[in-house]
């Protein structure tokens, strides 16, 4: 039975329609207006704060550590990392130190920083090899030397050619020498992609240290600084479009041995933005498309259709007015208010509008019909934007203020919905429904089963009930996935980028940073920490000074005994004809090996460079252009000779390096404005594996409690975010519970939607565990709007029960179990879409809540309704 304030209530509302219908002229009117003030006040007003810092509470431990960290080392804050890796070490270096020089000269960053480069570096970079790597550089350069300083002397093929000729011949006399075989493969090479036109680039470097450059070795980074525009959804976005266009215009790509990527935090959500608009945009089409026919055959005319979008749509723009006013911003999480907004308040609409045509097609004239009702399903509207809004104002209170703020903004988003669903909807109604035709009341088919949970209520509970308690053992299962690279589109540059460098542990992203106050507690914390099984090295400032250089210093001295110098009087290039004379004569040594040679890797690279050489003779003399073919081979094979001469023979000076004697960039990167020392703490294990993440962190704060960093941030996030969701969760459902007891005077009223909510809830659970949903950054949205949707159509049901007034009706051939059916249809089908993308967070996003509705809609027009028969029967 209604209470007297429900029957009060409804009075009122009825009596409000009415009104609305008798000005539903005016109504229409001052609605329009209304939404367009609010719609510029919201375009003039209402920011956006895309800083993901300001998405969590202030006052959390890590983020005060977090905070402390940037006082000191505010130049580290917000880096992009570009990753360039190159057909060889020396394509790598260049590339780098082009898109370096470029971004300096640019207003768009703070600074630029390229680890391991600069002259500082080119000086003395052998220092900081390994002993043994040193003394294997110094063996191949004793073997290579002689050819270097004559390639110094002539750089041109004709000079190359002919020191491969004299080798080969030298090589076969004394069967000793350079191995000739790789530089043959090497020329084969330069040659085929000549012909096909691809880029080639002989490794120097490779010839140089005596073996092939490992996938680390062709790998540079540039690390940069960009000025950020929170203001933008994207605050790095102009400065990502920067890189991209430097790149460009340098012609780094693929096709020219270069792959550029750009990675970290900022430019994973660069990446992820692009992609969810590319795909949200698609899935929303098709989601429009959906719900404008499920709608349609809910409604069953175009009119009521019209009325129910066009007020959903000027709730959605008083609501963004409210956000402007209310907060000024929009954060990551916020702006999927109108999410919310459109999932729950087509809800309301599709109830009035269902009741409205049962009224109708029982004959009743239109004001009646709209009178009765508001008087019928008006409570249970308000009812349910009360307890919807209590749902999410419980987020404001709780740690993560991103969500805190969507809870703001969604819970008064809820009571904007419910006032205009009761004035501007009936008045739009009354406006183009009086020519309408009638359309007949749709009734019960009497089916098995609409009647099942009537004819078998007790096998129902009973089965929810065993359902329950299995569900129930599932839920500590129940898991957050706190690896956002997980949630992200795995063909992404930047997640690939990304997981690329935390499978090096050597530049892992996600190191951790301990902050010291002297160069003798940095040695004792770096050696307790290095005795970890979690961790892999660590990098302090006393770690950028090479170490044994007493011992490297006089292996230089031996590779400077044998060097010889540089020439500084080169040979002026030579001429088409001298070119191809000397690469005629090189083919005259290639054949008598063929003829000459046991079988052997020799025998057959010369045979495969030989046949290849041919068919690019027999080209150039077709060639139009010869002299240009001839020079871009000559640039293959030699472009990259005289800066890497340049670089060896400035680092065999080298002489001792001590603290003073390091580049300011470096010591900037290690010692903090407060003057305190900072040390860098590497993984052992890749830390995008399975638990790995959880094992370093826990691992280095017991040696180092303060220590900060991208991956702790990225774990205490996850975590106040689950405590802040179960805070609020529990707090909602205490308050709804608590909100429809004072109403409804009736505990068990309060149970029949209580319960299915928590069977739905625990199904839910189980199914995300069954089903390997786990929960993510990017379902934080989906939780609240289950709850909503659950506790408003749970709310329907019974107030349709409550008055009948002891009639026993058949609930589920109700308008208001269709309504109910409608609306948990049309949300399924505007985020079922997204469970079909080929994001993983996108599509988790759709899955779970495409499940969690489903296990809504179920218990509610199953169990509830079962519920609702034993009540009877008892």
């Known amino acids: 039975m209604l209470t007297r304030i429900e029957h009060k209530l409804g009075g009122v509302l009825a009596r409000w329609v009415s009104g609305v219908c008798a000005r539903a002229g005016l109504v229409t009117l001052l609605a329009l207006f209304g939404a367009g003030a609010a719609g510029l006040y919201s375009a003039n007003h209402l920011r956006v704060n895309a800083d993901l810092n300001d998405m969590l509470a202030k006052d ?22 570009v990753v360039i890796d190159g057909s060889t070490p020396d ?29 500082f570096f080119e000086e003395n970079g052998l220092l900081y090899m390994q002993t043994s790597e040193l003394e294997d550089l110094a063996e191949n350069i004793s073997l290579v030397q002689p050819y270097l300083a004559r390639l110094s002397r002539d750089g041109s093929l004709r000079g190359f050619v002919s020191l491969l000729a004299e080798g080969a011949a030298d ?107 590319r795909q949200a945009a698609l899935a929303g089409f098709a989601s429009f498309l959906l719900v404008g026919a499920i709608l349609f055959f809910a409604l069953r005319s175009t009119r009521l259709v019209f009325a129910t979008l066009l007020t959903l749509i000027v709730g959605l723009v008083l609501t963004a007015g409210f956000a402007a006013l209310g907060v000024g911003h929009l954060n990551p999480v916020s702006v999927a208010f109108a999410v919310l907004f459109i999932g729950l308040g087509v809800d309301f609409g599709i109830h009035l509008c269902l009741r409205y ?53 969604s819970g008064a988003g809820m009571l904007i919905s419910l006032f205009c669903s009761l004035t501007l909807l009936p008045a739009l109604i009354a406006l183009t429904w009086r020519d309408e035709p009638a359309i007949p009341a749709e009734r019960g088919s009497g089916s098995s089963l609409m009647d099942f949970p009537a004819r078998f209520p007790r096998s129902i509970v009973s089965g929810a009930a065993i359902l329950a308690i299995a569900a129930g053992s599932f839920i500590p299962q129940v898991r957050f996935e706190n690896n956002p690279l997980r949630i992200r589109d795995p063909q992404a540059d930047s997640v690939t980028a990304f ?9 892992s992203p996600w190191s951790v940073n301990v902050l010291v106050p002297d160069l003798e507690t940095a040695q004792t914390v770096s050696e ?63 054949e008598s090996i063929v003829a000459e040679e046991p079988e052997s890797e020799l025998r057959r690279n010369a045979r495969a460079l030989r046949e290849r050489m041919a068919v690019w003779f027999a080209a150039l003399d077709k060639s139009d252009t010869p002299s240009e073919d001839l020079i871009r081979l000559e640039e293959s094979l030699l472009g990259s000779l005289p800066e890497r001469l340049r670089i060896l023979y400035a680092a065999i000076e080298a002489g001792p390096v001590t603290l003073s004697d390091l580049p300011s960039e470096w010591v900037e990167q290690m010692v903090g404005r407060d003057g305190r020392l900072r040390i860098e703490v590497f993984p052992s294990e890749d830390l995008g594996r399975g638990a790995a993440l959880e094992r370093f962190i826990a691992t280095v704060h017991e040696v180092a409690p303060d220590a900060i960093g991208t991956s702790v941030v ?69 939780i609240p709007l289950i709850l909503g949707i659950g506790v408003d159509s749970g709310i329907h049901l019974v107030q349709r029960e409550r008055g009948t007034h002891g009639r026993e009706e058949d609930l589920l051939a109700s308008s208001t179990a269709r309504a109910v059916w409608f609306s948990a249809l049309t949300t399924m089908a505007s985020f079922g879409t997204l469970g079909f993308s080929s994001h993983p967070g996108i599509a988790s996003l759709g899955q779970l809540l495409t499940v969690g509705i489903s296990c809504t809609l179920a218990c509610n027009l199953i169990v509830l309704p079962a519920l609702v028969q034993l009540r009877r029967a008892a």
């Open 91 to 119: 394509r790598a270096e260049a590339a780098a130190d082009q898109i370096a020089a470029d971004l300096r000269a640019s207003d768009r960053f703070r600074s630029v920083y390229v680890p391991w480069r600069g002259a």
């Open 357 to 409: 045509r049962e009224l109708t097609g029982l004959g009743q004239p239109l004001e009646q019909a709209l009178g009765d009702t508001a008087r019928g399903v008006g409570s249970s509207l308000v009812i349910c934007a009360f307890t919807t809004a209590v749902a999410f104002f419980a987020f404001v209170p709780t740690d993560y203020a991103g969500v805190a703020e969507l809870g703001l903004i």
């Open 714 to 782: 990225i774990l205490e996030s996850g975590r106040a975010i689950v405590r802040s969701m179960r805070q609020a969760l529990i707090s909602a459902a205490i308050a709804i519970g608590v909100f429809l007891l004072i109403l409804w005077r009736r505990a068990e009223d309060a149970a029949l939607v209580m319960v299915p909510l928590a069977l739905a809830t625990l199904f839910t659970g189980a199914a995300s565990v069954l089903l390997d949903i786990p929960l993510n950054f990017a379902d934080v949205i989906v």
């Open 60 to 81: 959390l431990p890590f983020r005060a550590l977090r905070h402390q960290y940037y006082e000191a080392f505010p130049h580290l804050k917000d880096p992009l990392v």
């Open 171 to 277: 090589a076969r006399r004394r069967q000793d020498g350079v191995e000739l075989a790789p530089a043959f493969e090497r020329i084969r090479e330069a040659i085929d992609a000549e012909l096909e036109g691809r880029h080639f680039e002989l490794s120097w470097a490779d010839l140089i240290l005596g073996r092939t450059s490992t996938v680390a070795e062709k790998r540079r980074y540039v690390v940069v600084y960009p000025e950020m525009d929170f203001a933008d959804i994207q605050p790095a976005r102009e400065a990502i479009e920067t890189i991209q266009a430097v790149a460009n215009r340098r012609g780094l790509a693929p096709d020219t041995g270069v792959r550029l990527r750009i990675t970290g935090d900022l430019a994973l959500s660069y990446d992820e933005t692009q992609l969810v608009r």
């Open 528 to 590: 307790r920490l290095e005795n970890l099984d979690a961790v892999g090295r660590t990098v302090s400032l006393r770690d950028l000074v090479p170490k044994d250089q007493a011992e490297k210093l006089g292996i230089l001295e031996d590779i400077a005994l044998f060097m010889p110098p540089l020439s500084d009087s080169p040979l002026p290039a030579p001429s088409y004809a001298e070119q191809r004379s000397a690469l005629d004569e090189f083919d005259a040594v290639l």
């Open 499 to 507: 997981n690329d460098l935390l499978a090096d542990g050597r530049a």
